[in-house]
């Protein structure tokens, strides 16, 4: 089974950074399309940034020009770098991995593999 690995969440001050790292285990990590996705509390799971086997990115309107996600294929790992961080946020951040994609990537039900998250805070 594959297993992915979150860290890097922490408590950071508004207009502070962070960088995000997902550890996935096994061979075929190249062949994932790769996702972070969100959840604050009381609400759902929410698309922030997607990268593709061929590393194109995409990103939502809410995080666009401050997170840049990215991939290490010898690591076996992808990360957000987050910056300019605001209140809005705070969330449980999660990685998931797409075998088939990528298609409807903002949709969280295509992914196939997720981690247990991580907490991000940013306080105001």
């Known amino acids: 089974q594959v297993q992915l690995v979150e860290s890097g969440g922490e408590l950071v001050q508004t207009g502070g950074s962070l960088r995000l790292s997902c550890a996935v285990s096994?061979?075929?990590?190249?062949?994932?399309?790769m996702g972070w996705f969100r959840q604050a509390p009381g609400k759902e799971r929410e698309f922030v940034a997607h990268?593709?086997?061929?590393?194109?990115?995409y990103y939502a309107d809410s995080v666009k020009g401050r997170f840049t996600i990215s991939r290490d294929n010898a690591k076996n790992t992808v990360c957000l770098q987050m910056t300019s961080l605001k209140p809005e946020d705070t969330a449980v951040y999660y990685c998931?991995?797409?075998?088939?994609?990528?298609?409807?990537?903002?949709?969280?039900?295509?992914?196939?593999?997720w981690g247990q998250g991580t907490q991000v805070t940013v306080s105001s």
């Open positions: 096994g061979r075929a990590f190249g062949s994932y399309h």
């Open positions: 998931a991995a797409d075998r088939d994609g990528p298609y409807r990537i903002s949709d969280p039900t295509i992914y196939d593999y």
């Open positions: 990268i593709t086997n061929y590393e194109v990115t």
